[in-house]
Each structure stands twice: as C-alpha cells, then as structure tokens.
Nanobody, 125 residues
C-alpha cells in the first residue's frame, strides 16, 4: 500500500524549532520530488519547500528561506523539514506530497501523485 505519513508536529513557542518527517511506504522515493505544503485555517494551501529525492535539488518559499531546511534519508525512504526560528504565522497543518517528476520547478501548482494526512504545527506562547 502506497502511503506517506507525516510526523513531528506539535506546539512550540515562537523562536523554537520542530523537525517534521515524511516517511514513504509501498514505493521508493528515488524518482520523486517531495514537497512540503501548509494550510492555515481560512487560507489557501502554500508551498513551503521541495526536494528531488535522488538529485538533491531543493526549493524554498521566500518566507522560510534561511530558517527551514529540507533533507532526505535514502535508507529510511524519508524526507525531513527542519524548521527553526518559528513564527506564529507558521501555524498550520503541514502536508508532504510526492510526485514522480524530474524537477521541483513549479512544485507549488504541480498535481502531486500522493499526499500524506498532515501534521499540525502550532506556534504560540
């Protein structure tokens, strides 16, 4: 069964850090791009970051550059999103998605093949 499972969300104070995980099962991520997206209540879904699992190319939204880092673990078939210096506006449900594609270019509007169920991130004091 093909599945993406996010984990690592939670409640953190402003300025804090969280690391989200996106574990794939039922398929290998080697030929896929993996995107992280977030959706806050009442807002549209926003592309946060993207990585090509084999090539390692990475993309970041301007709002998270320098604070978020996307990475991969081939042995674990997992992608991570390290989020530092979190701000209250980062509060959202975070989703990972996988698409069999050569590039992350245009990932924000790409139709991804698989989606996870999401993990809640709340940044609040």
């Amino acid at each position: 069964q093909v599945q993406l499972v996010e984990s690592g969300g939670g409640l953190v104070q402003p300025g804090g850090s969280l690391r989200l995980s996106c574990a794939a099962s039922g398929f290998t991520l080697n030929y896929y791009v993996i995107g992280w997206f977030r959706q806050a209540p009442g807002k549209e879904r926003e592309g946060v970051s993207c990585i090509h699992f084999s090539r390692g190319n990475t993309y970041y939204a301007d709002s998270v550059k320098g604070r978020f880092t996307i990475s991969k673990d081939k042995d674990k078939n997992t992608v991570y999103l390290q989020m530092n210096s979190l701000k209250p506006e980062a509060t959202a449900v975070y989703y990972c998605a996988a698409d069999r594609s050569y590039t992350c270019s245009g990932y924000v509007t790409k139709a991804f093949d698989y989606w996870g169920q999401g993990t809640q991130v709340t940044v609040s004091s």
